[in-house]
């Protein structure tokens, strides 16, 4: 892991919400600025201690470090500015939801194979090719080896977007958060939604779809951050929660059940932290348009 500078709680905050808290915590703020001056950086063979033997991507942030996982072309780890991986892949066989079942997005099940996992006994292999690695964004293409289906990777200094490219018109997909708040499962982590704007118990569910706009965060009841995943073009699918024998949640865009429900491409979610967890702040900052290139 690399070694984080210590710094002042506010220090440690995205500028947006620096801001706002510098501010005031009782007004109510109605436009909030994303910004970012940190340079990612890049390796482009990492190993993750937790899945070893298998290759990653490593992307580095202020606020975040990804390993994604080349040949199932899926994130394997996501972890914050105090170490916490929130994803906590394992491929080891028979683990289920204490490891191998673990990922993001996790966005073809059964459907011309299984792509866009970190691998495991049961992902299908892709090809993943860097198209683009500057200070302010990294891009990476994953390509099923069948040919059928195709994605794209885009990193950013405050967040993550993957995109659906390609997909065989008889097949439909889903894009998942199956991982550990905060480090580890607990009941007493929570979730929020856009329609939903306090925070809910691992042990309540969700069915039904999210209304626009489309996010849902995560939370640990020991850290003052979120988990967030945004998708951008809203429909009326249902999208799902509930927790898995306690060791992982279970989110899905476009899902009910096993069926998944997302039918075109392009489509994006994108994935990151926000160090507050205001619900007022959550909301002003995942409503604004930043999120559309």
């Known amino acids: 892991m690399p070694v984080v500078q210590q710094q002042s709680p506010v220090e440690r905050l995205p500028a947006f919400v620096a801001a706002l808290l510098l501010a005031g915590a009782c007004t109510v703020y109605a436009e909030i ?32 470090t990804y390993y994604l996982e080349k040949s199932g072309a899926g994130l394997a780890a996501l972890i914050d500015s105090d170490g916490h991986d929130w994803i906590g892949f394992r491929p080891e066989p028979r683990s289920g939801p204490a490891g191998e079942f673990r990922g993001f997005p996790n966005a073809v099940h059964r459907q011309a194979g299984n792509y866009f996992h970190p691998r495991n ?81 691992m042990t309540t569910n969700h069915e039904g779809d999210i209304p626009a706009p489309e996010w849902i965060v995560f939370g640990d009841e020991k850290l003052q951050r979120v988990l967030f995943l945004v998708h951008h073009e809203d429909d009326e699918h249902p999208d799902r929660f509930y927790q898995m024998k306690r060791q992982m949640t279970v989110f899905g865009f476009g899902r009910s059940g096993g069926d998944k429900f997302l039918d075109f491409v392009p489509q994006r979610v994108s994935i990151g932290f926000l160090e507050t967890t205001v619900p007022t702040v959550i909301s002003a900052a995942l409503e604004q348009k930043w999120l559309t290139p």
């Not at 970012?36 to 890049?42: D, E, G, K, T």
């Open 121 to 201: 006994q049961a992902t299908d292999l892709s090809r993943t090719d860097v198209e683009y690695v500057g200070p302010d964004r990294v891009t990476i293409s994953a390509t099923s080896r069948n040919g059928v289906w195709a994605s794209r990777y885009d990193f950013f200094p405050t967040h993550s977007t993957f995109t659906m490219t390609k997909m065989p018109s008889t097949n439909k997909y889903w894009v998942l958060y199956e991982g550990t708040p905060g480090g580890q499962y607990d009941d007493t982590d929570w979730w929020m939604t856009s329609a939903v704007k306090e925070r809910q118990p």
């Open 33 to 64: 600025t994303w910004q970012s001056s940190a340079a990612l950086r890049f390796t482009p063979n990492a190993t993750l201690a937790s899945a070893p033997g298998l290759e990653c991507y490593k992307i580095e942030t202020a606020v975040a």
